[in-house]
């Protein structure tokens, strides 16, 4: 083939890729501009009951969500008898001057995706699924017909402004009244399975997808009514397993406000909304493919073959996780900024909330929670280098497990995720070796204290289990704080 007739050759194909490629664009492009519908429901903590717009800015990580989101249309209807109506489309702020999910779950999702967002929320406190949300025959506050109500006229309008839309997701959060009711607690699973299919019928979107959110765990009620939300969840996650288009949502690991009133015995407060709304993007952002994905793992593994090996296992609640220790604030103060920085001279694995987020390999130390920062990146800093015993030029490694309801025992099974990452983890095996851990099931005590028995320490009842990590010993005895 000649020079010419090879540049034609090779001309022709790029129009033939280009014709295909093009119209491909054009439809993405096209998608792009279709406005995305989110409805909000449930009751108080889908509200935002006992949030307040000034604490906002106190949280660096949502400092200015108290301000409009003018990009982000906004319709509403939330309470019971005095109910707070948009009557229409408005733009995207606080309502009532308290905080709810969507304030958040709008940033984050907007800066993930190029479409524009739109947020339908009807939510009233203290109402039920069997009763007040019941498709067939609601009662009480009457909450399905009055949602139904509002999705439809807000949608109306939309069409009548020639606005290309889809509802794209239906976030949920309610139960709390359920469980105190002897018929709705037991049926709650069926009645949601009722639920989630009527929508889908009604608003004729078969596929709508539904995030079903867990009830707040660890408040008072969260801690002393149990096996009543262990009976809500159950109902739940046995929609979500059995159901491609829903999914669990889980909440275990935000902060909540410990004091202040009777309604922060089961209310999340300003920093569980917002970090409740984030719960929501990441839950749709990753089943759209959007979520972020952070590789953190070790490149070099920082142990010499056949080098002693400290490993210290941290433990415990809400303080172990780092709740309100912010990353942003380290960098105010004088000498912590370096702990903003990877340590890859340790080894560090994690399991936080209960297993909401974790390590999937060994990572090197550092901030690794979802906006906040745990004790261990100060501990290490504090303790490498220093003498650790036995072995005083020994390497060091961590375990964290860390969960806000972190319970030794409890009722009606509800307490399964608490402590099974650390049993998980010195059952299963450990690195560099095959096989369990030599003493397998009963080589540990749990020493607790109080009614709940929270755990204070794990330590060996007689000897700590031997293991190599890379054909590294390991001490004697694990430090646990």
Known sequence: MTTKNSRTHFLIIILLVCGIVAPLNAEESEDDKTLRVFIFAGQSNMVGSDSKVKDIDRFPPFVGLGDVQEDVKFSYSIGRENKMESKGWVTLQPVNNIVGPELSFARDVCQKIKAPIAIIKCAAGGTHLGGDWNPDDPSGFKMYPLALG???????????????YRIEGFMWHQGENDMFNKDYMPNYGKNLKNFVAKWRRDLETPELRFYIGELCTKTIWGMDLRPRMYAISRGQKGVTESDPLSQYVPTSHVGVEIDGGVGLHYHYGTLGQLQHGVNYATAYLRSIGKASVESRQLKDWPYKQGSSVKLFVLAG??????????????KTLPGRGALLHDNSRIAYKYSLGGGYKTSDSWEPLGPAGYY???????????????????????????????????????????????????RRFYQGGHPGTQGPWPTGRTGWSFLSSGRKRHVDAIVPKKRAPMATVHDCPMPKRLAVT
Not at 391 to 415: I, K, P, S, W
């Open 150 to 164: 509002l999705i439809q006229s807000s949608l109306a309008e939309l069409d009548r402004q020639k606005i290309k």
């Open 317 to 330: 609640h809400r303080n172990m996780e780092g709740e309100r220790a912010f990353i942003q604030e380290l």
């Open 372 to 422: 906040d920062f745990r004790p261990g990146t100060q501990f290490w800093a504090d303790i490498a280098g220093q003498d650790l015993g036995q072995h005083r030029h020994c390497e060091v490694h961590t375990q964290r497990f860390a969960d806000q309801r972190l319970d030794t025992a409890g009722e009606c099974g509800g307490v399964a995720e608490h402590l099974s990452p650390v």
